[in-house]
């Protein structure tokens, strides 16, 4: 495709890559699959099945498609360790070995099925996928949550948790998001008054602090500054600490106690999982779930209700940018502002990801460090709310 003359840009829509990214991929929460029966999970353009050994207690994840005549392993049954095909009772254990086949005389030679590797890692169940087939490095591991591992654990919720499945659309467009300023003001009605993004290694870190639009109901906790510092640690795993002012608006949803944020308001401690893995080049499974910690006086109850409304408020946030993802195009070559932040060089660091691990280079790994001077965007911005503000304003009427 040509310009039409000199001065037209044309959008360079590229292809998904043909693979998908190395690393840890969170497949929800481990208690969701500990229920005695297969769970059926489409991933990594196919389909897996996770089950819970009966005797061994772990969580196992192998390739759903049973070998022998391709029934689905996630529609059969737990039996002992082994997940038994519904086809034929075919047996298969979790390292993905056949462990009986009740009618056979014997068992053939090359009866094994793909067994993932897999994390127990707050409170969520995790699988490592690469290409390349190697196990992973012991520096990539998912960190520990100190709200989940730490010894202050009593003292926060237990996880609020949703899915949200994304069609028409490549893992790539959500981690854009680490460094898009503006799209907070447009797309989550927040003033993001500070911005910086950190790049090292297999880290990516968002730092913002923002305050709410005035002239928009965001139906969330946070009535004042909230100071986000968010890190994907691999390509698709999301830890968000979140510092959120709270005042009077809380007590309408989280009623009584000293906690509550009605003397003056407080400051809430979140922890935000943003996490997302592929189902196939053009979909992926995006989830997201809370925890909070309890504010002194606060009962289990209300640090809950406040974990179900942060995930309620990152769920409105979420559609919003899925309506966008289904109906944008995909571009490899925007057309930026400095104020858009570093787009280039977060897809030179996620290019890691996608590449064998011989084939990451300095530039994709090495520090990269970049702030935003957002007084130009927020001037501009409060201008125009302040403009919405006026206008709803009730007019008064003097008469002929």
């Not at 400051?267 to 080049?281: A, F, Q, R, S, W």
């Amino acid at each position: 495709m040509t310009a039409l003359d000199d001065g037209v840009r044309i959008i360079d829509a590229g292809k998904p890559p043909a693979r998908f990214a190395r690393g840890w991929h969170c497949l929800g929460l481990a208690e969701d699959f500990k229920d005695g029966k297969p769970h059926e999970i489409e991933a990594f353009g196919t389909k897996l099945v996770v089950f819970q050994g009966t005797d061994d207690g772990q969580l196992h994840v192998l390739n759903a498609y049973c070998p022998h005549m391709g029934g689905n392993l996630a529609h059969g049954t737990v039996k002992g360790d082994a997940v038994a095909c519904p086809f034929h009772d075919w047996r298969w254990s979790g390292n993905g070995r056949c462990a009986g086949i009740p009618y056979a005389r014997r068992m053939p030679p090359r009866a094994r099925t793909r067994a993932w590797l897999t994390l127990e890692r707050n409170k969520q169940l995790f699988v490592w996928n690469d290409p390349e087939g190697n196990p992973p490095p012991a520096e990539v591991t998912i960190p520990e949550i100190d709200g989940i591992h730490g010894p202050d654990a009593g003292e926060w919720s237990e996880w609020t948790w949703k899915t949200l499945r994304v069609e028409g659309s490549n893992c790539r467009e959500i981690v854009d998001n680490v460094v898009d300023m503006a799209h907070f003001f447009y797309v989550h009605y927040a003033f993001p008054e500070y911005f910086k993004n950190v790049f090292e290694g297999h880290i990516a870190t968002q730092y913002m602090e923002s305050s709410p639009r005035g002239d928009m109901d965001l139906g969330t906790l946070s009535s004042g500054r909230l100071r986000s510092d968010a890190s994907y640690y691999g390509p698709s795993y999301m830890i968000d600490y979140l510092y959120s002012e709270v005042g009077g608006g809380i007590d309408g949803d989280i009623e009584g106690g000293s906690g509550s944020g009605s003397e003056g308001g407080s400051e809430m401690e979140i922890v935000l999982i943003n996490c997302h893995y592929p189902i196939d080049e053009n979909s992926f499974q995006l989830q997201y779930g809370a925890i909070v910690k309890k504010l002194p006086g606060m009962t289990d109850e209300q640090a809950a209700e406040a974990a179900r409304l942060t995930a309620e408020g990152t769920t409105a946030g979420f559609e919003q940018d899925v309506e966008i993802w289904k109906n944008k195009t995909r571009i490899d070559n925007p057309l930026l502002t400095e104020e858009d932040g570093p787009v280039y060089q977060l897809r030179r660091w996620y290019e890691q990801f996608y590449v064998d691990a011989a084939d990451v280079k300095d530039e994709m790994t090495r520090r990269f460090e970049f702030e935003i001077d957002t007084e130009r965007a927020n001037k501009a911005w409060r201008s125009e709310v302040e403009e919405n503000l006026a206008s709803r304003a009730p007019q008064t009427w003097t008469g002929a």
